[in-house]
């Protein structure tokens, strides 16, 4: 079968390799259907991932086909069209008992500890399948990962009913936090120094769009928010200064949720969490938010609505990494497509 893989920084080959088989009473093998290239896949792709071990087959926005199951698998059958659920976690550890396995003490993702998706089939355990809809384009349920990201953020930041959020950054992951925020009965604010995003979220459902590059964004805030601040902050441009910027605006008693990898330190006073009693968390890929996506699929409240982008076939996947890499401004979600 054909696969893609990373060998080191800026080398991306397509080559054949054995197709998987089931091993374990438990498995399912899956045709992939199509893979979603996300930043993590293009920081890999280029060496910057600390995450991530090379060789890589990369992939972790994955919906597929089930063509066999193992003689245990009650929960899909042959037929089946599926969206992976990438982390496989001990179940043993602090983490996974306090019901976090996102944080898993050894955490393995797929498509960045172990190889992913981006290859013809693929064998992974029933549970890190979800079945979808059948009816549902392949181009809408492959977004389920990313959609289960922006769950997490909402989760992690208790967004209620008639919250104010503001979410730095209207990119993919923004808007699919902005999506889930709006399922949540919440109003949002959404921010980006791109005028073409912001139009973009305001077509998705953001009640307010702030241009941080014209306008300042700690006034537009107290403007609307009639100088309270505002409830739920979640940074997905992930700076230092969008991270400072957070605990400013956030409101007394509000929560701020933090997506970064950014190792640089910040610096954020305690007179204003104090003050404030505000609660900082991270939000890491997710927890056991798959279903409620799935679900929100499956009946029609979530869709794309443009955040698809771009479709290469596989054969052009190097042109497809080179596009994301050389026009990030025109890409908001490029696919590979496997037929």
Not at 43 to 58: M, S
Request: hydrophobic share 40%.
């Amino acid at each position: 079968m054909k696969t893609v893989q990373v060998r080191k920084a800026y080398e991306l080959h397509l080559h054949e390799v054995d197709k998987p088989v089931i091993a374990q009473p438990t498995d399912v093998l899956v045709k992939v259907k199509r893979v979603g290239i996300c930043g993590s896949d293009v920081h890999i792709y280029h060496g910057t991932n600390p995450l991530a071990t090379l060789p890589r087959v990369v992939g972790h926005e994955v919906a597929g086909e089930v063509v066999e199951i193992g003689s245990a698998v009650t929960n899909v059958k042959v037929g089946d069209h599926v969206v992976v659920e990438p982390i496989r976690y001990c179940g043993t550890c602090y983490a996974c008992r306090k019901g976090r396995p996102n944080v898993c003490a050894s955490l393995s993702v797929f498509g960045v500890h172990e190889d992913g998706g981006m290859r013809e089939w693929f064998v992974l355990p029933e549970n890190q399948v979800h079945l979808v809809d059948a009816s549902l384009p392949w181009e809408e349920v492959v977004l389920a990962e990313p959609y289960t990201i922006g769950a997490q953020a909402v989760w992690r930041g208790q967004v209620e009913q008639g919250d104010t959020v503001l979410i730095q950054g209207a990119g993919p992951i923004g808007i699919c936090i902005l999506k889930m925020a709006k399922l949540q009965g919440a109003t949002v604010m959404i921010t980006d120094l791109n005028e073409e995003r912001l139009v973009f979220a305001k077509e998705n459902g953001a009640d307010f769009t702030i241009h941080a590059g014209k306008e300042n964004v700690r006034e537009a805030v107290a403007e609307w928010t009639k100088g309270e601040g505002v409830n739920v902050v979640i940074d997905a441009v992930c700076l230092p200064m969008t991270f400072e910027l957070s605990v400013d605006v956030v409101s007394p008693a509000g929560t701020v949720v933090v997506l970064g990898f950014d190792e640089r330190p910040a610096a954020i006073p305690q007179l204003p969490i104090t003050k404030k009693e505000v609660t900082i968390v991270g939000s890491r890929l997710q927890t056991n938010q798959f279903p409620k996506v799935v679900r929100y699929l499956n009946e029609g409240k979530l869709k794309h609505n443009g955040l698809v982008t771009h479709t290469f076939p596989l054969e052009k996947v190097q042109e497809a990494f080179d596009f994301v890499e050389k026009h990030p401004d025109q890409v908001r979600k490029a696919l590979i497509v496997f037929e």
